[in-house]
């Protein structure tokens, strides 16, 4: 059974950094591609970025397009998101999946870790 572990999360100030990881146990990592979402607080849950199987290829939601970049490293088993430039409207529980599908959709995605706290005050 695979396993996804997120952190990193936590509290930044309005324009600061984050960087968001998510380990991966079970399957190598190559196997999955690997998806970030996001669900703010009283809101669905959200696409944020994937990345294909061997990092060839990512995409990214409109609102964190410039800001966020997604990245894996398939030998250490772990994906990331680099978050800059974060606005208040970023905070949110984020969450790292793992689907056998390129796709943005969250049934797509067949794993799922427990989710990290990311709070941007004003």
């Known amino acids: 059974q695979e396993r996804l572990v997120e952190s990193g999360g936590g509290l930044v100030q309005a324009g600061g950094s984050l960087r968001l990881s998510c380990a991966v146990s079970g399957r190598t990592l190559s196997s999955f591609v690997m998806g970030w979402f996001r669900q703010p607080p009283g809101k669905e849950r959200e696409f944020v970025a994937h990345?294909?199987?061997?990092?060839?290829?990512?995409y990214y939601a409109d609102s964190v397009k410039g800001r966020f970049t997604i990245s894996r490293d398939n030998a250490r088993n772990t994906a990331y998101l680099e978050m800059n430039s974060l606005r208040p409207e970023d905070t949110a529980v984020y969450y790292c999946a793992a689907a056998r599908v390129l796709r943005v959709g969250v049934d797509d995605y067949d794993y799922w870790g427990q989710g990290t706290q990311v709070t941007v005050s004003s």
């Open positions: 990345i294909s199987w061997r990092g060839e290829s990512t």
